[in-house]
């Protein structure tokens, strides 16, 4: 496989072609973004985190019957994954209110949700990435009902699995963002990344954030909590 040249560059990664049109190269950097890109800087070491993490998550997801388009790590900060059209959908899920559900409907932040919800929202950043419900996603033609489905079904148990699982490493999985992608075929399967970027981890002792919310609100010590959720789950 040889790496070729640059395709597209977004807040956190740059994609790269590869000698096979299938499969493209992933690259993780540093750089954060926060507020829609009004706020930037860099989180040192982020990019070899998520990375690493992400690669290591889907694995075990894709174990457990959830498809993805992971292919293999080349390095710290690249991953060769299958190409894929992503549907233009922020798929979110949440176990505990945080973030812009408490802001948008005025539940303190760490209410338990009596059950897991998802949400849409159209990836769009000149209209802010809106929150849509899935019959606007039908009527904007972003998806099919089939696909919905399907992205519906992966995304409650992509919840199920990574919720037992990081409690194994003290790890209360608050909610988070996945996005999904087309195979040539059109199988739809998880794509983007699984990190402290995309998803709120808070200690399932202290309550402390071990994710970008630090970054998010200036509160500071999100390398060492980037750092801390890599040695728990991988062990360095
Ligand atoms: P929210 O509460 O701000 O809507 O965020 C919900 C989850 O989605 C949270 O785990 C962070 C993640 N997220 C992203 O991955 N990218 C984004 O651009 C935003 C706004 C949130
Ligand atoms: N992706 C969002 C932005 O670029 C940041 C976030 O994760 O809140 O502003």
Redesign the pocket.
């Known amino acids: 496989m040889e790496k070729r040249e640059q395709l597209y560059e977004g ?2 990664k740059k994609v790269f072609a590869t000698d096979d049109p299938a499969l493209v190269v992933v690259d993780y950097k540093d750089d ?8 930037k800087g860099t989180i040192r070491g982020k990019g070899v985190v998520n990375n690493r993490l992400t690669n290591n998550l889907m694995k075990m997801l894709a174990e457990k019957g959830v498809p993805t388009h992971f292919v293999e790590e080349l390095s710290e900060r690249e991953t060769l994954v299958k190409k894929v059209e992503i549907v233009p959908l922020e798929v979110i899920v949440r176990n505990v209110a945080a973030g812009s559900f408490t802001k948008r409907l005025g539940v303190p932040e760490g209410t338990v949700l009596k059950i897991p919800t998802i949400e849409f929202s159209y990836k769009n950043d000149a209209y802010h990435d809106p929150l849509i419900n899935h019959y606007h996603a039908l009527a904007l033609g972003l998806a099919v009902q089939e696909e919905i489905d399907t992205i519906t079904k992966y995304a409650f148990r992509v919840n199920e699995i990574l919720s037992e699982y990081l409690l194994g490493f003290g790890i209360r999985l608050i909610d988070f963002k996945l996005e999904f992608g087309r195979l040539p075929d059109g199988t739809i399967v998880l794509a983007d990344e699984i990190s402290p ?2 998803c709120r981890f808070w200690d399932a002792k202290t309550g402390a954030h071990l994710d ?1 919310d630090l970054f ?1 609100r200036d509160l500071g010590g999100e390398e060492e909590a980037y750092q801390e959720v890599m040695k728990r789950l991988l062990g360095e």
């Open positions: 807040k956190a954060a973004t926060a507020g829609d890109g009004a706020k970027d995309t970008k998010r």
